[in-house]
């Protein structure tokens, strides 16, 4: 079975950083678009970024452009979320979730699977 | 950006019953190239991440039971329980994936009457 596992969430001071990783497995990482979605505590679904099979085009949304920076690394099956200059309000879990069409050229697909999450707590 | 509104915010139906959730885009997610709406819905449980049921508006994912159904077209969709199970409760969400930023709908949480 597919499987996205995400890692390195926790408690963070307001402007401070963090790296979320997503460890993939059980399908070929390389020939998906692979995406951030967050959930603040008791809302709704927000889309964060996404980035290409290759790694050379990354989407953002606007509020997290210029402080969130999404990588993969395809030898190691992995898709991280370095998160920067955080604020109250990035406080959510974190879900990788991978683009449903492989080998796809845009990705405008859909979302699946997802991973469990990983909780954000941006705090002083 | 698209802006995706659910309706109604919280839903209550008896078992068996049929529940009909609509989901509307401030914009058509229609691509006329490929004649495909780009409209997905999840549903969610609490406590655990969001399961895909439908994608393309209307084509069910693999192993999502048939009473769930999706339909509409360009700006207007809906999500049919045709048969309500106490299993279904859960929060339901509608997404365009038509245009970055993607977006979802605020959700509708689905009840037992």
């Known amino acids: 079975e597919v499987q996205l596992v995400e890692s390195g969430g926790g408690l963070v001071q307001p402007g401070g950083s963090l790296r979320l990783s997503c460890a993939a497995s059980?399908?070929?990482?390389?020939?998906?678009?692979m995406n951030w979605v967050r959930q603040a505590p008791g809302k709704g679904l927000e889309w964060v970024a996404n980035?290409?099979?290759?790694?050379?085009?990354?989407y953002y949304m606007d509020s997290v452009k210029g402080r969130f920076t999404i990588s993969r690394d395809n030898a190691k099956n992995s898709l991280y979320l370095q998160m920067n200059s955080l604020r109250a309000e990035d406080t959510a879990v974190y879900y990788c979730?991978?683009?449903?069409?492989?080998?796809?050229?845009?990705?405008?697909?859909?979302?699946?699977?997802w991973g469990q999450g990983t909780l954000v707590t941006v705090s002083s | 950006d698209i802006v995706m509104t659910q309706s109604p915010d919280s839903l209550a139906v008896s078992l068996g019953e049929r529940a009909t959730i609509n989901c509307k885009s401030s914009?058509?997610?229609?691509?006329?190239?490929?004649?495909?709406?780009?409209l997905a819905w999840f549903q969610q449980k609490p406590g655990q991440p969001p399961k895909l049921l439908i994608y393309?508006?209307?084509t069910r994912d693999s192993g999502v039971p048939d009473r769930f159904s999706g339909s509409g077209s360009g700006t207007d969709f809906t999500l049919t329980i045709s048969s309500l199970q106490a299993e279904d409760v859960a929060v339901y969400y509608c997404?365009?994936?038509?245009?970055?930023?993607?977006?979802f709908g605020q959700g509708t949480k689905l009840e037992i009457k």
């Open positions: 979730a991978r683009g449903a069409i492989v080998d796809y050229a845009s990705g405008n697909n859909w979302f699946d699977p």
């Open positions: 059980r399908f070929t990482f390389s020939r998906y678009w």
């Open positions: 980035i290409k099979q290759d790694g050379s085009e990354k």
């Open positions: 914009q058509s997610v229609f691509y006329s190239s490929n004649n495909k709406n780009y």
């Open positions: 393309w508006a209307s």
């Open positions: 997404q365009q994936y038509y245009s970055t930023p993607y977006t």
